[in-house]
């Protein structure tokens, strides 16, 4: 619920269209642990949610605003997991995707649609490749991504 709440602050703070923030779901995790933490001391376990996230096409006016899917995420780094089989962390820890738009050209983990630019991917591989092939040399990981 936290990484939601954090979506849907920024959508209603900075979205030039409010309203077509229509909602997100979670699809899954991804969790990363250090192949050998023994050699990766500053090595953490890092837990990545995954969500689906629907919006409405604001550069088409009136009624025929199509929606689109676009994929977000926020991942916490130095996961316990606790004798009673919960999971402790820190929400401080949260990171999100990060990027920004100029005269149309995204960068970081941005893209543009039209007139506008989100925080997220456009597709899931694209995340994929980023957040896990890109670490899969230090870290094995576990999905329950559902897509």
């Known amino acids: 619920e936290h990484a939601q709440d954090v979506l849907k602050a920024h959508a209603a703070d900075k979205w030039s269209d409010k309203e077509s923030f229509k909602g997100m779901e979670l699809i899954g995790n991804y969790i990363l642990t250090p192949k050998d933490p023994s050699i990766h001391t500053s090595s953490q376990n890092i837990l990545y949610f995954i969500y689906k996230v629907t919006a ?33 962390f820190d929400l401080g ?42 670490n899969i040399d230090a870290y094995k990981y576990e999905s329950t991504v559902k897509e």
Do not use: R
């Open 93 to 134: 820890s949260m990171k999100k995707p990060e990027g920004s738009a100029f005269f149309g050209t995204a960068s970081g983990e941005a893209f543009t649609k039209g007139n506008f630019y989100y925080q997220g991917y456009e597709d899931l591989d694209s995340m994929f490749n980023n957040l896990i092939t890109a």
């Open 56 to 88: 409405g096409d604001p550069n088409v006016e009136g009624d025929d605003k199509k929606d689109f899917d676009y994929y977000y995420y926020s991942s916490y780094n130095n996961i316990v997991l606790l004798e009673d089989g919960t999971c402790s």
